[in-house]
């Protein structure tokens, strides 16, 4: 199959081994918007200037959810927040990533109904074992934070939407915890990135972060509200 996005990674990340999403509505869909916009950033497609999302190169990357965000972060006469293109783009873009991963055959597509009323899609392995690409993506990643060495570009990026939507906590159990907090600070801080990059995915990460809290705030006040 063709090379996975950091999009298609974090869902993998994100489903358990039964086919659910273990992170919940809307934060998978925040963070798999904010790993389009890194994804761009690493390929040298964006920058921020002055707090905006910029367009720096309007060619095409190749792969049709990153073509489509960056066409559309160009078309856009506003120039916006990372934290607006975060909300936009998040917008049916679980489903496509996920029909992506069912079409090359990682995952496969479950439909059925709870209580035979409610209805319900999971995504399990195809295989029912894990698939080979998420567990390279855990091994890179844990790899990355238990060792001191430097981490490439997509490595870190890719930490750092699991950092920001929660999937660190569950990832990195096994190693030591001020370890990890003093290496996710090295791993943020690192030289793998040009400065402009780095500026880019650092606000990216921030505005995933502040959506998905400000999701789950919302959510614990309605329920409160209402109960």
Not at 31 to 53: F, K, Y
Not at 60 to 77: F, H, M, N, S
Request: hydrophobic share 45%; charged share 25%; no cysteine.
């Amino acid at each position: 199959m063709a090379p996975l996005t950091l999009a298609h990674e974090l869902a993998l990340l994100g489903y358990d081994d039964a086919g659910v999403n273990r992170l919940g509505r809307p934060t998978l869909d925040y963070g798999l918007a904010g790993a389009l916009l890194l994804e761009l950033a690493l390929a040298g497609r964006v920058e921020i200037a002055d707090g905006r999302l910029v367009v720096t190169d309007p060619a095409p990357v190749g792969q049709r959810q990153l073509d489509d965000a960056l066409t559309r972060i160009a078309a856009d006469e506003k120039r916006r927040k990372p934290t607006d293109w975060i909300s936009r783009l998040a917008k049916d873009l679980p489903e496509q990533v996920l029909d992506g991963l069912v079409t090359a055959g990682v995952l496969r597509r479950d439909s059925d109904k709870v209580l035979w009323v409610f209805p319900r899609t999971r995504y399990p392995s195809s295989t029912g074992a894990e698939p080979a690409v998420e567990t390279q993506a855990r091994q890179r990643m844990v790899a990355a934070v238990a060792g001191d060495g430097p981490v490439d570009g997509r490595t870190a990026a890719l930490i750092g939407l699991a950092r920001a939507v929660g999937l660190d906590r569950k990832l990195f159990a096994e190693l030591p915890k001020e370890h990890v907090k003093r290496r996710l600070t090295e791993i943020a801080a690192g030289d793998w990135a040009s400065a402009a990059t780095r500026k880019a995915i650092e606000e990216t990460q921030a505005a995933v972060l502040i959506a998905t809290t400000t999701a789950t705030t919302a959510a614990i006040i309605t329920t409160t509200t209402t109960s």
